[in-house]
C-alpha cells in the first residue's frame, strides 16, 4: 500500500516479556518518528530517525524501550521487560523531508500494546 | 513527556452548529498542525499553518495561527456526521522536528 504500514495490530502480552513492535513507512520518506498514545491521552514522542543521522532518542521513557531502522526503511520498536504501564496504542509516522517544503508526517494506524 | 492544552475536552452538538477548539502553550512553536483521529487509525492531517498570525481555511475548517506562537484555534463550520472524531493540535518547531500534541477534543453529533 501506499501509506504507513505497522504490525502487529494488536499485541497482548504477559508482564515481564519482550515485545517487538515493526513500521514500515512510505516509501522514500527519509524520516521516521514513533509515537506512544496512552487510552485518552494525546501523542507523545518517543524517538525520532533521519537519514543517516543519529536518532533523537529524547523520548524514551526508559532504558527498556529501544529502536532501531535498518537500511533507512523499517523500524523495529523493542519494549524489553513489559510494565503494564507500557499499555497503549504505539503510533508511528514518516516524513519526505524534501528541502524547501513543508513537511507533513503521515502516520499509522497504529499498535495496541496491552500488557496483562 | 510535555502535551499542549487543548479545550474543551469533549464537545456534544447537533448536526448542523459550528464548533470551536483551541490548543495553548506554555512555549513558542514556529508551526502548528490540527489533525483528527477516528477509531482504530493514525491521526490525519486537517490544517498546516506556518507563519503567526496566519488564518488558513481547508473547506469547512478554518484555524488560525496566534501572533503570540503559543495558541492556535480550529473551527468547524456546519458539522455534518463525518466530522465525529478526536481532534489533535500539535506544535513543531522545525520542520523535520517532533510534534507536541495537545490532549485532544472529542466531537460526538447528537441526532
Known amino acids: 500500500g501506499a501509506g504507513v504500514s505497522q504490525s502487529p495490530s494488536n499485541k497482548v502480552t504477559e508482564k515481564g516479556k519482550d515485545v517487538e513492535l515493526r513500521c514500515d513507512p512510505i516509501?522514500?520518506?527519509?524520516?521516521l518518528y514513533w509515537y506512544r498514545q496512552s487510552l485518552g491521552q494525546g501523542l507523545e514522542f518517543l524517538i525520532y530517525?533521519?537519514?543517516?543521522?543519529?536518532?533523537?532518542k529524547s523520548g524514551l521513557p526508559s532504558d527498556r524501550f529501544s529502536a532501531e531502522r535498518t537500511g533507512g526503511s523499517v523500524s523495529t520498536l523493542t519494549i524489553q521487560r513489559t510494565q503494564q504501564e507500557d499499555s497503549a496504542v504505539y503510533l508511528c509516522a514518516s516524513s519526505l523531508l524534501s528541502s524547501g517544503s513543508p513537511d507533513t508526517q503521515y502516520f499509522g494506524p497504529g499498535t495496541r500494546l496491552t500488557v496483562l | 513527556g510535555q502535551q499542549l492544552n487543548q479545550s474543551p475536552q469533549s464537545m456534544f452538538i447537533q448536526e448542523g452548529e459550528d464548533v470551536s477548539m483551541n490548543c495553548t502553550s506554555s512555549?513558542?512553536?514556529?508551526?502548528w498542525l490540527w489533525y483528527k483521529q477516528d477509531p482504530g487509525e493514525g491521526p490525519v492531517l486537517l490544517i498546516a499553518?506556518?507563519?503567526?498570525?496566519e488564518l488558513t481555511s481547508n473547506g469547512r475548517l478554518t484555524a488560525q495561527f496566534g501572533i503570540t506562537r503559543k495558541d492556535s484555534f480550529l473551527n468547524i463550520s456546519a458539522s455534518i456526521p463525518s466530522d465525529v472524531g478526536i481532534y489533535f493540535c500539535a506544535g513543531q518547531m522545525g520542520g523535520n522536528e517532533k510534534l507536541t500534541f495537545g490532549t485532544g477534543t472529542r466531537l460526538t453529533i447528537i441526532p
Open positions: 512555549s513558542i512553536f514556529n508551526t
Open positions: 499553518l506556518y507563519k503567526a498570525g
Open positions: 530517525f533521519q537519514g543517516n543521522s543519529a536518532p533523537d
Open positions: 516509501s522514500g520518506h527519509t524520516a
